[in-house]
């Protein structure tokens, strides 16, 4: 079977930092674009962060560029989503996804709240 299974997400003041990571199991890694996803009640889930299979190539859209740093480990089947200077509006629940780089096919973690109030 396949899972992502997510971890890191909390309460975090306004300005503070919070780390996310989503360990996959059940696919070859390195053949997945990996990505983060949010998403607010009542609003459509949201690109937060996506990044290469090899890890070259990043993309973050403007609400989040600077401050949010997606990572992965092949080794290990993670992906790691570094969250900095964070605000308010921030707040969501974060998903995982992996998405295959050859097959119409997608996966998605079972999210975790991340809540910045202070």
């Known amino acids: 079977q396949v899972q992502l299974v997510e971890s890191g997400g909390g309460l975090v003041q306004p300005g503070g930092s919070l780390r996310l990571s989503c360990a996959a199991s059940g696919i070859i890694f390195s053949n997945y674009i990996m990505a983060w996803y949010r998403q607010v009640p009542g609003k459509q889930r949201e690109l937060v962060a996506s990044i290469a299979t090899g890890g070259r190539s990043t993309y973050y859209p403007d609400s989040v560029k600077g401050r949010f740093t997606i990572s992965r480990d092949n080794a290990k089947n993670t992906v790691y989503l570094q969250m900095n200077s964070l605000k308010v509006e921030d707040t969501a629940v974060y998903y995982c996804?992996?998405?295959?780089?050859?097959?119409?096919?997608?996966?998605w973690g079972q999210g975790t709240q991340v809540t910045v109030s202070s």
């Open positions: 996804n992996a998405k295959s780089d050859y097959y119409a096919l997608a996966y």
